[in-house]
């Protein structure tokens, strides 16, 4: 099984890539705090890189910016590609297939929205959906 649950903050606004066929993509990173603190008593941050596809994706970008909180459930997807100068980079991302939005802020705006967790038959639409 391969299955990922996490709750964190954006780092940045969210962007909407629009692919070859149609498809729609963003990705983005989530700050996600440690249950513990390390030995100088301090919090550490994990990022996490994420990805999104389809109509999921448009309700990212329309309704998150920088510090949105969200819950976020998907699955760990590995894969390479070589860059500019010609090396081999290696990549683990959490492709996203739900999305929980619990405290919302306005793109470039540090206005706060707490939306309640929508129940799952709100999101019937997005249950047969099929990533690319």
Same mark, same amino acid.
């Given at each position: 099984m391969n299955q990922v649950g996490l709750v964190g903050r954006f780092t940045k606004d969210p962007v909407l890539r629009y692919l070859s066929g149609n498809r729609i993509q963003t990705h983005f990173s989530l700050a996600i705090n440690r249950?513990?603190?390390?030995?100088q008593g301090e919090v550490d941050t994990d990022f996490v890189f994420c990805?999104?596809? $389809?109509r999921l994706?448009?309700?990212?970008?329309? %309704?998150? $910016?920088? $510090?949105?909180?969200?819950?976020?459930?998907?699955?760990?997807?590995?894969?390479?590609?070589?860059?500019?100068?010609?090396?081999k980079i290696f990549m683990t991302e959490i492709v996203v297939e739900d999305v929980r939005? %619990?405290?919302?802020?306005?793109?470039?705006s540090d206005e706060a929205v707490t939306v309640p967790a929508q129940p799952p038959n709100e999101q019937e639409h997005l249950k047969d959906f099929v990533l690319p």
């Open positions: 249950n513990f603190k390390n030995n990805t999104a596809w $389809g994706a448009e309700n990212i970008v329309k %309704y998150c $910016g920088k $510090g949105s909180l969200i819950g976020a459930t998907g699955r760990i997807q590995t894969r390479s590609f070589v860059n500019e100068e010609s090396t939005f %619990y405290q919302l802020k306005q793109r470039d």
